[in-house]
Structures are given as structure tokens and as C-alpha cells.
């Protein structure tokens, strides 16, 4: 009975070495903490230019920051997030002029296809509900490639490294899912 009390401190200060000494020591633990960007490309084609951009060129462009949040067609919820990514506008300057006339082809690997026209690159015309899923006039909108959520890179899970997503300066704000790209590697003017 009286080793009891010194003995237990050994053991937890021992228990505590351990602990503290091996998750110092492992390299893989201590950044495993910290995801790694994915790696991908993204493709801008308007007719005969075409620009190939990777992670680091997208996220040296001047980035959008703001909240986003999400229906899918069953009803579920996803989000509210903190979204960071570059203004969609801001990509298709890169590849040249674009107008009224033309639509925008945002394509993912999957074999999935969402057509934006000019106003809804701009941030116009999307139907936009409150946190109810009651529908709300809509705030200013901004269309962005994403490739943070919540601080971090986004994962494949998520739709990463680049997804589309309708961002909004205040939270809150619900926009359709079937618009949220994921996995986007091909953006077409048409
Ligand atoms: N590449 C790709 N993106 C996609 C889809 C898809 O099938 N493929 N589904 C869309 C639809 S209809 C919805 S509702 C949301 C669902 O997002 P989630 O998978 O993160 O829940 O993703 C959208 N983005
Ligand atoms: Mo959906």
C-alpha cells in the first residue's frame, strides 16, 4: 500500500515519456496533421486557345473568400463552409474574350457536365434558399473554383483538388448542389 502512490507516479510519468517521445519522433504523425494538396490540372479551352493551369498556378491567382453552402436534389444539406477559391470570371479572362453569347462548360473526369450561361458566370440567375430551405431573393453571388474548405485543401472526398461552388460574402446562404462541380478539370467557352 505505501508503494502504491510512488509507483504510480513512475508509471505515469514513464506512460507520459513514451507517449510524448514517439509522437515527436514520427515524422509521418507530425504531418500527417496537414493534407497535401491534390495534384491535377485544370483545362481553360475558348476556341483555339487552350491553358493548362496546376495547383500552384491557380492558387497564385487573386483569390475569392467567402461562405458556402449547399442542397443536394434529395434535400440534404452540406455546409455551411468557409470557401476559398478563384472567381470563375477571373479564369476565363485568362483564355480570352467571352460575352453574352456564350455558355460555359464545366466538366469533370466523372463524365459530369454543368452548363453555366453568361449571367450565372457572373454571379446571376441562381435560385438561392435560406438555412429553412425556404427560398430567399438572392444575395451578390459569386461563382468560384474552389480548392480550400474550412482552411484546408480540398479533399477528393469533398470534390477535390478543384470543385465548383456558388460562394457568398455572409453564410447562410443555400444554393443548388447539381451546380457544385466536383473534381473540375475542364472548363469550355462555347
Ligand atoms: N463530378 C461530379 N460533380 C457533381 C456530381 C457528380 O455526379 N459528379 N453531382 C452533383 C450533384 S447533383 C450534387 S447534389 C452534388 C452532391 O455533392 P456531394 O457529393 O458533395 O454530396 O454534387 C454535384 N457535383
Ligand atoms: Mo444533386
Known sequence: MKWSIPVLCLCLLAGACICGCTGNADPVQATSAIPEPLPGNLTIINGDTEIVLNWDA???????????????????KYGPYEVK?????????????FGT????????PDGYLW?????????????????GLKEVPSPPLTVIIMYEQDGLPLSYIDGGPF????????????????????????IEIK
Request: a negative charge; charged letters at 20%; hydrophobic letters at 45%.
Open 115 to 131: 452548363v453555366f450561361d453568361y449571367e450565372q458566370v457572373q454571379g446571376e440567375g441562381f435560385i438561392t434558399f435560406d438555412d
Open 58 to 76: 491557380i492558387t497564385a491567382l487573386p483569390a475569392f473568400e467567402g461562405y458556402g453552402y449547399a442542397v443536394s436534389t434529395v434535400g440534404i
Open 101 to 108: 453569347e456564350n455558355n460555359t462548360w464545366i466538366s469533370a
Open 85 to 97: 477559391g478563384v472567381a470563375l470570371t477571373d479564369l476565363i479572362a485568362l483564355a480570352g474574350d
Open 163 to 186: 470543385r465548383m461552388a456558388i460562394a457568398t460574402d455572409t453564410p447562410g446562404v443555400i444554393t443548388e448542389g447539381s451546380s457544385w462541380v466536383k473534381w473540375v478539370d475542364k
